[in-house]
């Protein structure tokens, strides 16, 4: 018996709570609740399963249902699968609600990731349908030392390399503690033995000189980098620059850009697909299309003791009424969507329904005729923070080195700036990424040819990015979204501890359909 | 004028040292030394230059001098260019000092760089390079969060997370610092108004609770992972592991691993050439095969006021002798091998070459079945660092994710245990990589295939890895090894700020063509 058995004996006896007690407890559990390829078996013959949405809950639960052995019947609002796992390249149109509609002109080759855009290692999911339908995959660049913290108040405007912010909030930190352990003012924290040890790993870690102290010279230059590097022959020595202040430091909130990369979401090894982040959606959706209609707008979820009844529209039109039927029902809508519906559920799911708000976010795409962040401020790949409202300036993570134009995410905007930027019209969202991102590479002027940009709360079909959990919501509504409501289950990144990330639409399908299947086998 | 000329004026009137100092002033200067493509002008017509090795010194003085307009001969001892930018594929023979030879067994596709393998993004004169001669290339991870730290002495041998020792020395030391700002212990180093912001900083950057403690929870797990991660659904609640206490961590020197992503030379964004170390020199070799003779050992290098005559041998018989005659001479002849031949310069030259011992290095290759750090470990890429012997364990950075066999670098040692493992066969070097690897990867021993090894010191064109400088040797002989000695020219790593990197061998090149140039010209 293979020990992924064991485990699903355990879970099937004993619960899935009982499960990862026992996984965890070997050790096995660590990293994600992904416990490998879903296996259901034994489904009735004959059974039907409408799924609602074709994001990626939608696509997993069709896709699993369907190999299951279930008669599955796919609707989807846009006129193509994947939800926010979405891929903008030349040519294609955005409407958004209030009726701009955008045409990209981006060159072929080029894109934007307006949803998700990157793939922790941890998720092992999402890599699990990567690797099964062979989409591939390129390191995301997290991390990227020599990009900008950009401060718009401090240090006179001037873009810090992070790779400056980070050597010296680190130095500074080692220095201070280094400084109150040879005083003895560690009040005993550290044992006399371990305070030399601690006073070598401070020295090291933090790039002090032989005094623990940090100063500009060779020492702190290993790590901010040189203000004139290393050369061959007889080209000038070496020159390490002054570090920057602490209180400066402190002061204009730089030292908040470190921890990105640090937050275990975030961690290396990072991944994106190349190509597009629609790429493994668009597989799995082509081995669905069989069984999936696009522009399907529902209107009605209706259900009784035999079975459910979806109403939907033609989405181009708001004509063309149409009803599916199916014994059960997986709707993976957004509840900012949902909610708006006529949908027979109890009223506590109802409740769950209304009670969340949505998070906003603003992506802008920004078109260059050359790729002057390599080119002239050697800069591959990666995110520049500034405290601007566009909030992110990212480089394209593909294509290194290479001459020709270039894609940049221009606005990565959440909470205040980003609704104030999606108050805005596209085209102004796009003109202000410009204006910003200038302050930080005044290249943008003279290079940016086209733009595209995306608010979330405007997209008809999600109203939103991510729902916008707190603690007490989640005390109050998440389990009673999550139960089967008579034929109706609930399944999306919404209902996980993953919000906002495919991973965790991809673990909430796996269990909404587990348990929906159990629960079709057992009657 | 453009700047570029503007600095080159400079320099032409003034020397590199006030070019540099002018660049510096105005902030140009920083990251490197390379001031884009070189451009030789007027060199006289019919003079020769012959240059001695093919490594990146030699191509690049090569291929310069002869767009110049110069007539160039190259001599290369090995039966390939590029020196140790070296690639091994499946089918190459390797022959060491001892006669020990070994045929890589590596399947398609796969390979080990057994000198240099990585670009930092600030290597400008190699990203040129690669340009021009259209070489892709692909992010290395240096810092994967996933990838062990391991002390055999400590944690029962168990291998520890990097992300676990980072985040827990992050947080050991946050906490303390905390602390002793909280009870006035920071000496005034820290103002008043200044504090508060210090402890916000240390709690965000390290991940304290509200009490600014370190301890097991939600932040911890943020940044140290989580004993069982998030979940969909109705999976278990994601639950937080206990940190390694700071006596553990500094006790069993796992911070050391800490530094190395940090450290300028290896910070994100750095690269890899795609398909191998030996794309770029192959590329530029290309362009010169009609003035290369490769197996081609140099003897003896005499001069006098009308020229240089070299004298050399097949490197395969050891016979065939024959004379290269030329103006002037540029050697890239590792030292460790220039100083054993019949070579006409002036003492204090002869006494640089005799002066400096080189670094050594062992790096072994090793195939195995399947993937299974990605596979069961989920390690994609980056490196593992231990205190045995082999040193480190680095996971290739490409097809991830992606079914099928993988070669790793199973050994990457220098100092003592780099002299040690030298001392060994190549077929031992390869069983105790196994042997050691396998304490950190158990899979090791049911799923090696096959091995390769490289002792740099056993490597007959080499004789060890890189020039070992120290202050007090440089003080004395790197002016005398750099200048113009007669009508012959030293260029290399070894002459360079660069020791080991190509760039090194790259910017002392330009700089000693440039040098030999204008003296050409100037007679």
């Known amino acids: 018996m293979k020990?992924?058995?064991?485990?699903?004996?355990?879970?099937?006896?004993?619960?899935?709570?009982?499960?990862?007690?026992?996984?965890?407890?070997?050790?096995?559990?660590?990293?994600?609740?992904?416990?490998?390829?879903?296996?259901?078996?034994?489904?009735?013959?004959?059974?039907?399963?409408?799924?609602?949405?074709?994001?990626?809950?939608?696509?997993?639960?069709?896709?699993?249902?369907?190999?299951?052995?279930?008669?599955?019947?796919?609707?989807?609002?846009?006129?193509?699968?994947?939800?926010?796992?979405?891929?903008?390249?030349?040519?294609?149109?955005?409407?958004?609600?209030?009726?701009?509609?955008?045409?990209?002109?981006?060159?072929?080759?080029?894109?934007?990731?307006?949803?998700?855009?990157?793939?922790?290692?941890?998720?092992?999911?999402?890599?699990?349908?990567?690797?099964?339908?062979?989409?591939?995959?390129?390191?995301?660049?997290?991390?990227?030392?020599?990009?900008?913290?950009?401060?718009?108040?401090?240090?006179?405007?001037?873009?810090?390399?992070?790779?400056?912010?980070?050597?010296?909030?680190?130095?500074?930190?080692?220095?201070?503690?280094?400084?109150?352990?040879?005083?003895?003012?560690?009040?005993?924290?550290?044992?006399?033995?371990?305070?030399?040890?601690?006073?070598?790993?401070?020295?090291?870690?933090?790039?002090?000189?032989?005094?623990?102290?940090?100063?500009?010279?060779?020492?702190?230059?290993?790590?901010?980098?040189?203000?004139?590097?290393?050369?061959?022959?007889?080209?000038?020595?070496?020159?390490?620059?002054?570090?920057?202040?602490?209180?400066?430091?402190?002061?204009?909130?730089?030292?908040?850009?470190?921890?990105?990369?640090?937050?275990?979401?975030?961690?290396?090894?990072?991944?994106?697909?190349?190509?597009?982040?629609?790429?493994?959606?668009?597989?799995?959706?082509?081995s669905l299309a069989d069984i999936t209609t696009l522009n399907a707008k529902v209107t009605a979820i209706h259900q009784d003791d035999h079975g459910v009844t979806v109403s939907y529209v033609d989405a181009r039109t708001g004509k063309d009424q149409r009803q599916a039927k199916a014994d059960w029902c997986v709707c993976t809508l957004p509840l900012t969507v949902l909610s708006q519906l006529d949908v027979q559920v109890g009223a506590e799911m109802k409740a769950g329904m209304n009670a969340l708000s949505y998070f906003t976010a603003v992506k802008t795409g920004l078109q260059f005729k050359r790729r002057f962040w390599e080119e002239d401020d050697h800069i591959y790949g990666g995110i520049t923070f500034t405290d601007l409202p566009i909030r992110q300036i990212a480089y394209p993570n593909f294509g290194y080195n290479a001459p020709g134009k270039g894609v940049l995410l221009g606005t990565f905007a959440g909470a205040a700036p980003g609704f104030e930027l999606a108050a805005l019209s596209a085209a102004d969202r796009v003109k202000l990424a410009v204006e910003q991102g200038a302050r930080i590479h005044p290249q943008y002027t003279a290079e940016f040819e086209t733009g595209v940009s995306v608010s979330w709360h405007r997209s008809p079909t999600t109203m939103g990015c991510a729902a916008a959990w707190t603690p007490e919501l989640r005390a109050k509504h998440y389990r009673n979204l999550a139960e089967l409501n008579g034929r109706v289950i609930l399944a999306g990144d919404h209902l996980s501890n993953l919000v906002a990330w495919q991973e965790g639409a991809i673990l909430s399908a796996l269990d909404a359909i587990t348990r929906l299947h159990h629960r079709i086998v057992a009657a």
Not at 235 to 262: H, Y
């Open 3 to 286: 020990r992924r058995d064991l485990f699903r004996m355990i879970g099937a006896v004993a619960g899935s709570s009982a499960m990862y007690q026992a996984m965890t407890s070997l050790g096995l559990a660590a990293d994600s609740q992904y416990a490998g390829p879903i296996k259901l078996q034994g489904a009735p013959k004959g059974t039907k399963v409408i799924v609602l949405g074709a994001g990626w809950a939608g696509l997993v639960s069709a896709l699993e249902l369907r190999d299951a052995g279930y008669t599955v019947e796919l609707l989807e609002y846009n006129n193509r699968v994947g939800g926010r796992a979405w891929t903008i390249r030349g040519g294609d149109t955005i409407t958004e609600l209030g009726g701009e509609t955008q045409k990209c002109g981006f060159d072929p080759g080029l894109y934007l990731n307006p949803g998700p855009w990157r793939i922790p290692y941890h998720h092992r999911g999402y890599l699990d349908y990567a690797k099964r339908f062979g989409v591939a995959l390129e390191p995301f660049i997290m991390v990227n030392y020599n990009a900008y913290v950009h401060s718009d108040a401090y240090f006179g405007g001037k873009p810090q390399r992070f790779r400056e912010v980070q050597a010296d909030f680190h130095g500074h930190v080692a220095e201070l503690l280094a400084k109150a352990a040879r005083q003895d003012k560690l009040d005993q924290a550290v044992s006399k033995d371990d305070q030399e040890t601690l006073l070598e790993a401070l020295k090291e870690w933090g790039a002090l000189d032989k005094n623990h102290a940090y100063v500009a010279g060779h020492d702190s230059a290993e790590r901010r980098g040189y203000a004139v590097n290393k050369g061959g022959g007889l080209m000038p020595d070496p020159v390490g620059g002054p570090p920057i202040a602490l209180a400066d430091l402190l002061r204009s909130d730089v030292w908040r850009a470190l921890t990105f990369g640090q937050t275990h979401q975030w961690q290396s090894t990072i991944f994106q697909p190349v190509g597009g982040m629609d790429s493994t959606p668009k597989a799995i959706g082509k």
